[in-house]
């Protein structure tokens, strides 16, 4: 495919605040985004209100038509519809349904994919979280030429960032939606040839459920530090206090040992398996986050209490 730098007619799948500055920089770019596709609205909240997705609310603050589909692989009138779009290009990030083959042959440069990996490390539904719970050095954002299978398809552009001690999924989230909205860009403009992805090295990160976050204090303090950084903000880190449930906004390392789960001193320094971590900023059930020492006004909490 030969480069062109003029306007494309594009459609933009996605639905969390991941896919946003994407959307917004194809349509400053000047791209003709003829429909954005993204889920349904649904309930959030503690009131339960139904809400349309950040895309949603993005793109009709832009003026475009925006399409909610229940589904793509069996909506024969769906596939029609996008088809009669007369697309040069789809463009794809977080969208959260899969897309049939007719979906992915129609455009004439094909479904772009915005993936925050460097693939084929961390195919599937949480790639940023699984890379921080898994120790990894770096990640990034793949632009990948979307085919039939799971974030299988060939590489067009790939850029890495890295992850530090301190560096959490909500700041690797905003850093990364940012190079994907540049990168892509860049690959509409330059149409970089596709390179297949390694044979080796793929892994997959499953999607992630309120109960990966409970803390269990048996593991190793870097396990559960790591924990900590990589579900800020969901599903998030929590334990149990009492008859409540703390949740653990920000923990960090500290000296000690003892019976995992058992509190060291007055600083909120926690036994685990292996070494010990600090609560640093926790949150109790309909009150605001507060730093430990905060906390421990309100809460006394002796050296030999039981979290778990």
Not at 63 to 85: C, S, Y
Not at 182 to 191: C, D, N, P, Q, T
Not at 216 to 240: C, S, Y
Not at 258 to 271: F, I, Q, R
Request: hydrophobic residues 45%; contains cysteine.
């Amino acid at each position: 495919m030969a480069a062109d730098s003029a306007p494309m007619r594009l459609a933009f799948m996605g639905s969390p605040d991941f896919a946003v500055p994407a959307l917004q920089a194809l349509h400053a770019a000047g791209h003709d985004v003829r429909a954005v596709y993204c889920q349904k609205p649904r309930p959030a909240g503690r009131g339960h209100a139904v809400r349309p997705s950040p895309v949603q609310r993005a793109a009709e603050q832009l003026g475009i038509e925006v399409r909610t589909p229940t589904r793509l692989r069996t909506d024969a009138a769906a596939q029609e519809a996008f088809a009669a779009l007369d697309l040069d290009a789809a463009v794809v990030a977080a969208y959260g349904l899969i897309l049939p083959p007719a979906m992915l042959d129609a455009p004439r440069r094909g479904c772009l994919n915005i993936h925050a990996s460097l693939l084929p490390r961390w195919r599937g539904a949480a790639p940023i979280q699984a890379a921080i719970l898994a120790g990894d050095s770096e990640t990034g954002i793949t632009i990948m030429q979307m085919d039939a299978g799971l974030d299988t398809g060939p590489m067009l552009l790939r850029e890495a960032v890295p992850i530090t001690d301190s560096t959490s999924a909500a700041m690797l989230h905003d850093t990364l939606a940012e190079i994907g909205a540049r990168l892509i860009l860049r690959a509409l403009v330059e149409a970089p040839p596709p390179r297949p992805q390694p044979d080796t090295g793929a892994t997959y990160a499953q999607k992630l459920s309120r109960d990966d976050g409970r803390i269990d204090w048996t593991g190793d303090a870097e396990t559960i530090l790591r924990q900590v950084r990589a579900l800020n903000p969901w599903p998030g880190t929590f334990t149990a206090l009492g008859g409540e449930t703390l949740k653990v906004l920000q923990s960090g390392r500290a000296e000690g040992s003892g019976e995992p789960g058992t509190v060291l001193d007055g600083k909120l320094t926690v036994a685990c398996g292996t070494g010990a971590v600090r609560l640093l900023t926790v949150q109790r059930p309909g009150r605001a986050a507060m730093d430990a020492t905060a906390f421990l006004r309100g809460h006394r909490l002796s050296p030999g209490a039981r979290l778990g």
